[in-house]
């Protein structure tokens, strides 16, 4: 922490949680399917002084990949976090935040298995190009898997988180949301039920996000398990970040 005005990312999670009208969200959030968009959850100096260094601390962590037809950026892995970026760990692991998500669910989270690359990690999208086609976010766990995504850099005026919300209810018109992920803001979703994707990059912009994952059950069948390592290791974070789970 930079500022001695600033709190830490742990005090300020506290707060956020405290201070937000929880009715409101819960309500907003069942309404739209699971989906819940909150600007400025955490307050941007918090972001800017105690996130952001992270941000440029672990960009050499970073792997590339592009598979042709769905996704190109750049991702660094939970290990990575982990292991140089406790500020991240702050949040992920914060009670307060865990028992609001909870709460919010209606549905006894855990933090994924520390085996698991993408409990918390980072997506950069600093390449023209660099995108993610539209997806659900599957859960190979034995139970329901929900995302939170956290907007930490946002200098582009068309790479955008699309959502198309009711996608897998039959009795319901899709409805199209194109956000903006400013440092802070934050979008919290069912993993089975968000068809979403990121916008491609244009030429000189960038964008960086935190995505945290929590699931109602942390065991996984063996041949899932051997998938999601394999999509890992070629479309997230490299053969290297697998290995280092393993070890």
């Known amino acids: ?45 918090v972001v800017e002084e105690c996130l952001l260094p992270c941000v440029q601390r672990l960009k050499p962590e970073l792997n590339r990949n592009y598979v042709p037809g769905y996704k190109k950026g750049g991702s660094v892995s939970y290990y990575a976090l982990r292991e140089k970026a406790p500020e991240f760990m702050a949040l992920y692991r914060s009670p307060s935040f865990l028992d609001f998500l909870c709460r919010l669910s209606s549905a006894a989270l855990k933090p994924c298995p520390d085996n698991d690359p993408h409990s918390c990690a980072l997506y950069y999208y600093t390449e023209p190009g660099d995108h993610i086609g539209f997806h659900y976010d599957t859960s190979y766990y034995k139970g329901a898997r929900y995302t939170i995504l956290m907007g930490l850099v946002d200098k582009s005026e068309h ?22 992920t400013q440092p802070g803001d934050m979008v919290i979703f069912n993993g089975d039920k ?26 996984m069948g063996r041949f899932k398990r051997i998938y999601s390592n394999l999509k890992d290791a070629f479309g997230y974070f490299g053969v290297k970040a697998l290995l280092k789970g393993a070890s």
């Open 194 to 219: 968000l068809w979403h994707a990121v916008t491609p990059l244009r030429d000189g912009e960038e964008r960086v996000a935190l995505t945290m994952e929590y699931v109602t059950n942390q065991e």
């Open 1 to 45: 922490m930079s500022g001695t005005n600033t709190l830490s990312v742990g005090e300020a999670v506290d707060q956020a949680v405290a201070s937000l009208d929880f009715e409101r969200i819960r309500k907003q959030y069942w309404e739209q399917n699971e989906f819940v968009f909150m600007s400025e959850f955490l307050p941007r100096p």
């Open 159 to 180: 790479c955008r988180l699309v959502c198309q919300l009711y996608k897998d209810d039959p009795t319901r018109e899709t409805e199209e949301l194109s956000l903006c």
